[in-house]
């Protein structure tokens, strides 16, 4: 579970981004075959599940104090959409031939 420290600090664990990321798959239509299934040995792909992760436990938190922090979820919204891009290109690195340290294919 993530662990709120302060009003803009969590403490996330691996299981916290195994969480996000089924709940990712059954939310918002998030594909199995985004998200390489090596994602944990990709140290900026923790990087990156861990701040959505954080990002939108802050956004849900934040509603439940008042309407006008909603913008929180919209936010991570758009943070979420423009992530899938990213991990889409280290899915197609790792489809190929992963190497544990491998950066994504820019555009």
Avoid at 43 to 69: N, Q, T
Wanted: with cysteine.
């Amino acid at each position: 579970m993530i662990k709120k420290t302060s009003s803009y600090s969590l403490v996330i664990q691996p299981k916290d981004i195994t969480d996000f990321l089924a709940w990712a798959e059954n939310t918002h239509a998030l594909a199995p075959r985004e998200i390489p299934p090596c994602w944990a040995e990709h140290p900026a792909l923790i990087d990156i599940l861990a701040s959505l992760a954080a990002e939108r436990a802050l956004a849900v938190s934040s509603v439940s104090h008042g309407v006008l922090e909603t913008d929180r979820l919209v936010v991570w919204w758009i943070h979420f959409e423009q992530m899938r891009g990213i991990l889409g290109r280290w899915t197609d690195n790792c489809r190929i031939d992963h190497t544990p340290d491998q950066e994504p294919v820019t555009k």
